[in-house]
């Protein structure tokens, strides 16, 4: 919004979400991570060092798992930026409702002033001072502006 009522407050741009926080990268990061942890260990790889099976297991279904709750996370947190942004352009269009009011207002008064000068007519001011010679019967006006 404008600092001050010299041109029209811009309209507020919609954007889909607001931008991502610490929080919400984290727990990106976490859950590809536990997916990729996943695939490891569905596939087998022989690095990982799972030789029981109840190991095993335990390892993929807690892995699954993590990873499924981590990406409900992640949908969570997406959903609650789009909600954010939502209510943030409601908020910014009230406060350009208000601003462009305003603004019209004091252009419209600003008009106003402007066809008011015009139709009155120029009066004359005199910005000189007058010398007054005590021998002479008539004033001098010196630096009258005609």
């Known amino acids: 919004m404008p600092k001050t009522f010299d041109s029209a407050p811009q309209l507020p741009k919609m954007r889909r979400r607001i931008g991502r926080d610490t929080t919400e990268v984290l727990v990106t990061l976490m859950a590809l991570s536990t997916t ?14 799972i030789t ?8 993929k279904y807690f892995s ?19 909600s954010k ?11 350009y409702e208000i601003m462009r009011t305003k603004w019209l ?3 419209s008064r600003q008009l106003e002033m402007d066809a008011k000068r015009k139709n ?10 007058t010398i007054i010679d005590k021998e002479s019967k008539e004033p001098i006006i ?3 502006d005609n």
């Open 142 to 144: 010196v630096g009258q």
């Open 52 to 59: 029981s099976s109840s190991e095993y297991n335990f390892i």
């Open 105 to 107: 207002e004091i252009a």
């Open 64 to 82: 699954i798992g993590f990873s499924l709750l981590l990406w409900l996370l992640v949908i969570r947190l997406e959903l609650t930026a789009k």
């Open 36 to 49: 990729a942890l996943v695939f490891l260990v569905l596939v087998r790889w022989d690095f990982l060092d």
């Open 120 to 129: 009155q007519p120029t009066e004359k001011i005199s910005t000189g001072f």
């Open 85 to 95: 942004a939502e209510t943030l352009y409601k908020v910014q269009m009230n406060e």
